[in-house]
């Protein structure tokens, strides 16, 4: 089946420094999309991409649509202490529809905070 | 708060007991999803509903039954589990994706820790 490989698997963050993530995929998807878990909870939608090229901003996080249409990435700017957590990319086929319309998640990039 | 709301939100049962899990939307979304979620893994999607109709299963074992009564609940009936099945369960809904398109967008609720022993 898809997969979505997203990297890095985690990271230390020291507060103020800047994050990036991304993750990619073998087909071209239509949707992107970034979630973020926080410990106990579930996932929760930080930013919706739907245009290849597509640029958009939620306070100090900024994210990309690929405009191979197989990649995404998340910044993050000025961390801070609760930005840890996992974050998770995914997407959806440009073939929607039946089982294909379904959301395809990575598994994960784990941010913590330098000890 | 998603809107989505999950419960219990901590279970642990015996391998012979029976037990269900409920979700309730409060967004107006007529899709709902169960989601497996175990460490170091992707979420696995287990059902799916549009419109109180089941349209997926991703080949789950019989152990799980899920049952859709209207769009804004959605319940996962646990019966005979095995230890591996020991996950955080996530509920989601979103408008149905055939009738919005690629814009459709799924909103978690908090998840159930199931702990099988």
């Known amino acids: 089946g898809q997969q979505l490989n997203q990297s890095p698997q985690s990271m230390f963050i020291q507060e103020g420094e800047d994050v990036s993530m991304n993750c990619t995929s073998s087909?071209?998807?239509?949707?992107w999309l970034w979630y973020k878990q926080d410990p106990g909870e579930g996932p929760v939608l930080l930013i919706a991409?739907?245009?290849?090229?597509e640029l958009t901003s939620n306070g100090r996080l900024t994210a990309q649509f690929g405009i191979t249409r197989k990649d995404s990435f998340l910044n993050i700017s000025a961390s801070i202490p609760s930005d840890v957590g996992i974050y998770f990319c995914a997407g959806r086929d440009r073939n929607y529809g039946g089982s294909q319309g379904n959301l395809i998640f990575g598994k994960g990039t784990k941010l913590s905070v330098k000890p | 708060e998603t809107g989505v709301t999950q419960t219990p939100r901590h279970l642990v049962m015996g391998m012979t007991n029976k037990k269900s899990l409920k979700c309730e939307q409060h967004l107006g979304h007529n899709a709902m999803y169960w989601y497996k979620q175990s460490a170091k893994k992707p979420l696995e999607l287990m059902f799916v509903?549009?419109?109180?109709?089941?349209?997926e299963n991703n080949s789950v074992p019989s152990r799980f039954s899920p049952e859709c009564p209207n769009s804004s609940h959605l319940f996962l009936h646990l019966h005979t589990l095995q230890p591996e099945d020991s996950a955080l369960y996530l509920c989601?809904?979103?408008?149905?994706?055939?009738?919005?398109?690629?814009?459709?967008?799924?909103?978690f609720g908090p998840g159930t820790r199931l702990l099988v022993l």
């Open positions: 509903y549009n419109f109180k109709e089941q349209t």
């Open positions: 991409l739907y245009k290849a090229g």
């Open positions: 087909s071209i998807f239509n949707t």
């Open positions: 989601a809904s979103s408008q149905d994706f055939r009738t919005s398109g690629p814009q459709e967008t799924q909103y």
